[in-house]
């Protein structure tokens, strides 16, 4: 009897260490020092569950058993998981499908395509810039559809203090789609907007300000109905004139200081040839 209870506190210790993250779910490596869970590491790593990287003047690779692959700029700290990466400081290069996704600021960046790769970068003010170089990426609060990335554009996600998690202005272009309208963004996200007679804005750019509202179900890539309490054409209100939207506490604009990826910016250019 003793040796069966023996059996079962060394079982139950394993599970409770194998629960508390000690699976290696990837591999970290870098051209230089780094630290792992607190530990300062030269060269490689196994990572687990849970595990903190911090990077200093050199980037990190991440290879995940699940296919991911991550590239950690330099100064930068982010705690991975399974099917996540939390990015607390710095840029992180991504490539990966929608199965991963990135966390920052209290937004979720998703792969939307296979092969998707894109540059996520935690900048002054609280801002989140987002460059997608292959593929697409979903930005996303709290369910809530924020924006499309795609290769060649870079936007950036600004929280608004004190601002309502209902509010919504933006400017996009209005249609109309078995009996419902629509107002796709700026910012590439489809909303059904209502409480207002948008039949004569029909293929027009408008500005748009409302609340948003309950979704009754979630429809991929369309976003919450929004209540309009002001519709214009585009232009006459001042909308959209340094942003793209402002939905749920959050600033959509254009950024800037992002577009080649992180491992390619930080090898040696080539020197001339003589």
């Given at each position: 009897?003793?040796?069966?209870?023996?059996?079962?506190?060394?079982?139950?210790?394993?599970?409770?260490?194998?629960?508390?993250?000690?699976?290696?779910?990837?591999?970290?490596?870098?051209?230089?020092?780094?630290?792992?869970?607190?530990?300062?590491?030269?060269?490689?790593?196994?990572?687990?569950?849970?595990?903190?990287?911090?990077?200093?003047?050199?980037t990190a690779d991440f290879r995940l058993d699940n296919g991911t692959e991550i590239t950690m700029s330099t100064s930068s700290r982010g705690t991975l998981y399974r099917d996540r990466?939390?990015?607390?400081?710095?840029?992180?290069?991504?490539?990966?499908?929608?199965?991963?996704?990135?966390?920052?600021?209290?937004?979720?960046?998703?792969?939307?395509?296979?092969?998707?790769?894109?540059?996520?970068?935690?900048?002054?003010?609280?801002?989140?810039?987002?460059?997608?170089?292959?593929?697409?990426?979903?930005?996303?609060?709290?369910?809530?559809?924020?924006?499309?990335?795609?290769?060649?554009?870079?936007?950036?996600?600004?929280?608004?203090?004190?601002?309502?998690?209902?509010?919504?202005?933006?400017?996009?272009?209005?249609?109309?789609?078995?009996?419902?309208?629509?107002?796709?963004?700026?910012?590439?996200v489809k909303y059904e907007i209502t409480c207002k007679d948008f039949h004569k804005y029909v293929g027009m750019k408008v500005d748009v300000t409302g609340t948003v509202q309950p979704?009754?179900?979630?429809?991929?890539?369309?976003?919450?109905?929004?209540?309009?309490?002001?519709?214009?054409?585009?232009?006459?209100?001042?909308?959209?004139?340094?942003?793209?939207?402002?939905?749920?506490?959050?600033?959509?604009?254009?950024?800037?200081?992002?577009?080649?990826?992180?491992?390619?910016?930080?090898?040696?250019?080539?020197?001339?040839?003589?």
């Amino acid at each position: 009897m003793l040796r069966k209870l023996q059996v079962a506190a060394i079982l139950s210790c394993m599970f409770s260490y194998a629960a508390a993250g000690t699976v290696s779910i990837g591999t970290v490596s870098a051209r230089g020092d780094m630290r792992v869970d607190s530990y300062v590491v030269k060269g490689n790593a196994t990572l687990f569950d849970g595990s903190v990287v911090e990077t200093r003047q050199a980037t990190a690779d991440f290879r995940l058993d699940n296919g991911t692959e991550i590239t950690m700029s330099t100064s930068s700290r982010g705690t991975l998981y399974r099917d996540r990466l939390v990015l607390q400081q710095g840029q992180s290069e991504l490539a990966a499908s929608g199965s991963f996704w990135l966390e920052a600021n209290g937004l979720r960046v998703t792969p939307r395509e296979r092969n998707s790769r894109g540059v996520v970068a935690l900048k002054a003010g609280n801002t989140l810039e987002v460059a997608a170089l292959n593929g697409s990426f979903g930005i996303s609060r709290n369910g809530i559809p924020l924006a499309s990335v795609r290769p060649g554009r870079v936007l950036s996600f600004a929280m608004q203090a004190g601002a309502s998690p209902t509010s919504f202005s933006g400017a996009g272009i209005v249609s109309f789609e078995n009996g419902r309208y629509y107002l796709t963004s700026d910012a590439g996200v489809k909303y059904e907007i209502t409480c207002k007679d948008f039949h004569k804005y029909v293929g027009m750019k408008v500005d748009v300000t409302g609340t948003v509202q309950p979704a009754a179900t979630q429809v991929e890539d369309v976003g919450p109905p929004i209540c309009a309490s002001l519709v214009a054409i585009h232009g006459s209100t001042g909308i959209g004139l340094g942003k793209l939207l402002l939905i749920s506490g959050v600033i959509v604009g254009t950024g800037i200081g992002l577009g080649v990826g992180i491992y390619d910016a930080s090898q040696p250019t080539s020197p001339p040839s003589i």
